[in-house]
């Protein structure tokens, strides 16, 4: 039996609701988790918890913005709490969120270790999830993803954006292997496609998940892997075919 669950980023579904129907759909579909993005959960987190418990699904990641995580730490540990999660994560950072030199980045990786010895006090685990801003170069050589991880900060690596950045996926997932909790498994689809902003169904694209594979394996803490797709028009069509690439995997 696999150590993987199975999970869906909720913000996959975010144009088609109701959240109960999409709820009702995954968990029909197989799917053991759900991740949901802020603001879904919103003033209402018990309310979610509720929902989701409904159909039998779980929620052991979920995503909360930068200034929540950072700046109202505790209102955060206590919505995790709430609809049951095991870690925080920080999805994005906007372009005026974003560092522009070393020094920066290093500062702002503080702020974050400083939010995660709150969470592991309480329990829980902080993590960064990243898209392809964080792959660039900066002046010493270096990437801002190189200073955002470690001390207490795991990583939720999505690797399709770590393919659109035009990195070497193997090596990135070795390289973060002992600090990442969970992986985004998104797939891209082939270059100059600009239906559904170039995504598609995990299995359908240009990733090679079954050379992949090894390498998840090999990440021993992350036994979630996230389905995601950032704007696709069939959001079930999606869900079943991304559930049946993965569920190949791990089986």
């Not at 095991?86 to 372009?95: C, D, R, S």
């Not at 995660?116 to 006090?121: D, L, N, Q, R, Y």
């Not at 973060?176 to 169904?201: C, E, Q, R, S, Y």
């Not at 992949?212 to 028009?233: F, R, Y």
């Amino acid at each position: 039996m696999s150590k993987h669950k199975i999970s869906f980023q909720l913000y996959s579904a975010r144009n088609f609701p109701p959240l109960e129907t999409i709820l009702e759909g995954l968990a029909k579909i197989g799917y053991d988790a759900v991740e949901p993005y802020y603001p879904l959960y919103g003033d209402d987190a018990a309310g979610y918890r509720a929902k989701v418990d409904a159909v039998g699904l779980v929620t052991p990641t979920f995503h909360a913005p930068l200034d929540g995580v950072v700046g109202e730490t505790s209102r955060f540990i206590d919505i995790a709490k709430t609809i049951g999660a095991e870690t925080i994560v920080i999805p994005y950072l906007v372009a005026e969120q974003r560092p522009t030199d070393v020094d920066g980045w290093k500062k702002l990786h503080e702020s974050f270790a400083v939010a995660a010895e709150k969470a592991k006090t309480a329990g829980l685990g902080l993590g960064y999830h990243n898209h392809d801003f964080e792959y660039a170069t900066l002046a010493d050589g270096s990437r801002p993803i190189d200073h955002l991880i470690g001390n207490g900060v795991t990583s939720e690596l999505d690797l399709g954006w770590v393919a659109r950045a035009g990195q070497d996926v193997a090596a990135e997932i070795d390289k973060l292997a002992n600090d990442t909790i969970a992986f985004h498994i998104k797939d891209l689809a082939p270059a100059g496609t600009t239906v559904d902003d170039g995504w598609t169904n995990v299995g359908d694209g240009v990733v090679d998940w079954k050379a992949l594979w090894p390498h998840i394996q090999n990440a021993k803490k992350a036994n979630i892997l996230v389905a995601e797709h950032d704007n696709p028009s069939d959001w079930k069509l999606f869900a079943e075919r991304s559930y049946a690439a993965i569920k190949a995997l791990v089986s």
